[in-house]
């Protein structure tokens, strides 16, 4: 077992810590349980349930494929040249 196979072994079973707080779009599936980044592509790794007072969800989580950090690089594209890309500000609106 690799040094990110462990953390990330170790990184899914604090997920299932009681009272945990989540974000919406975890819980939703959009967003990675561990690093809470935009799903791509993605794989599923564990139910959990989350307490609402009286009544208790059951949602399934998923996480980046193949891995956090993998996937993080693999979303930033490198534009021609190597260099930054030029982010161009939105237009403004101009009065009639």
Not at 54 to 68: D, F, G, K, N, Q
């Amino acid at each position: 077992m690799t040094e990110d196979e462990r953390t990330e072994r170790e990184r899914i079973a604090e997920l299932r810590t009681p009272g945990r707080k989540w974000v919406f779009g975890q819980l939703q599936g959009w967003n990675c349980a561990l690093c809470a980044a935009r799903l791509h592509t993605d794989r599923p790794i564990c139910t959990v349930e989350v307490d609402y007072g009286s009544v208790t969800e059951t949602y399934r989580l998923y996480v980046c494929t193949p891995s956090c950090e993998a996937a993080r690089t693999a979303q930033r594209p490198v534009p021609p040249g190597g260099g930054s890309a030029a982010i161009r500000a939105p237009r403004q609106r101009t009065g009639a």
